[in-house]
């Protein structure tokens, strides 16, 4: 395992998964499938069975705990990675949403679960913040390197930056915010759909950091440990190319991403990409028209275990 990338994940299973119309405002990646409610959530939840069964197979020692979401109100419920976060060191954080159906994501649950069976020291409770406005949504708000202990934040809604202030001080990073613009001129909602940090490799699409100079320190600053840096066109980001994890396996790093993103990707790219890193793609063509992605899905645990059998899977 390396400190960029973890070898255990959370993902939640959906239940009535539909794009969600309280976040479509500024969330452009989002779409609306040409089916019916019902075939649209029997479709999500399989393709979330493919995804996790696939994880496991591709990447033997990950480990995948898998929660059902039972709730009728939580349509971005497959998206966890918003609402919690952890860092090495045995710290959590758990973070205010933008719009109220997502609040309801948050589970008590999963956090019970990180505690049993990982090594948990302090848990940092951001949610209340949600009652002065104030949202910052988690790993998808902020793209974290753990290794140059920098979190990247495009500014949108979804990262106040009083509360990104906060919580670097509170974990450790240094915040680094800058405007990202997409080719109509709008703000991107999320970091992690321009942004992938490996532990060798960087995905970004510069040509939408807006100021020339941030632009060019972000590269430089993404680079310094000796990372190859892959710039995403404005139509690779269209097609969730940013939205990518990388993995630790016992065998060696891992980079899941939708078979959609991978399809965007030039041989060049993806030659950088397996310099370091298997590919795993992951068919997903529903829960993307949620305006997400593969790294949207999957929240990594930078936790160490309280039970080091590597043959005790979790469940």
């Not at 197979?57 to 039972?70: P, S, T």
């Not at 970004?204 to 892959?230: F, K, T, Y």
Request: charged share 25%.
């Amino acid at each position: 395992m390396t400190v960029q990338a973890p070898s255990h994940v959370v993902m939640i299973r959906p239940n009535r998964f539909r794009p969600n119309p309280e976040t479509e405002a500024d969330n452009r990646f989002q779409s609306r499938p040409a089916l019916a409610a019902e075939d649209v959530a029997q479709n999500a939840a399989s393709e979330f069975d493919a995804a996790v069964a696939r994880l496991r197979a591709e990447g033997v020692g990950v480990g995948v705990h898998v929660f059902q979401d039972e709730r009728d109100d939580t349509p971005d419920a497959v998206f966890p990675n918003n609402w919690f976060s952890t860092h090495p060191g045995g710290h959590i954080a758990v973070y205010p949403m933008f719009v109220p159906s997502r609040r309801r994501e948050r589970r008590a649950d999963v956090l019970e679960m990180l505690k049993n069976e990982y090594r948990v020291q302090v848990v940092t409770d951001y949610s209340g913040l949600e009652q002065d406005g104030l949202a910052l949504e988690g790993t998808g708000a902020m793209v974290i390197d753990h290794i140059g202990r920098i979190a990247y934040v495009a500014r949108s809604h979804r990262a106040d930056p009083i509360l990104l202030e906060r919580f670097c001080t509170n974990f450790g990073y240094e915040p680094m915010v800058f405007d990202a613009i997409d080719e109509d001129g709008a703000p991107v909602y999320h970091t992690n759909v321009i942004m992938t940090i490996g532990t060798h490799f960087a995905m970004v699409s510069l040509d939408m950091i807006e100021n020339a100079s941030r632009r060019a320190e972000i590269a430089e600053r993404l680079a310094e440990p000796g990372r190859d840096i892959i710039d995403l066109s404005h139509h690779q980001i269209a097609e969730f190319a940013g939205n990518a994890i990388e993995l630790s396996t016992p065998t060696g790093l891992m980079v899941a991403m939708s078979s959609r993103a991978l399809a965007a990707l030039d041989g060049s790219q993806i030659a950088l990409i397996e310099r370091s890193a298997r590919i795993v793609p992951l068919d997903i063509p529903t829960i993307e028209s949620a305006g997400g992605s593969v790294r949207c899905m999957i929240a990594g645990l930078h936790l160490a275990k309280r039970n080091s059998n590597p043959e005790k899977a979790p469940k």
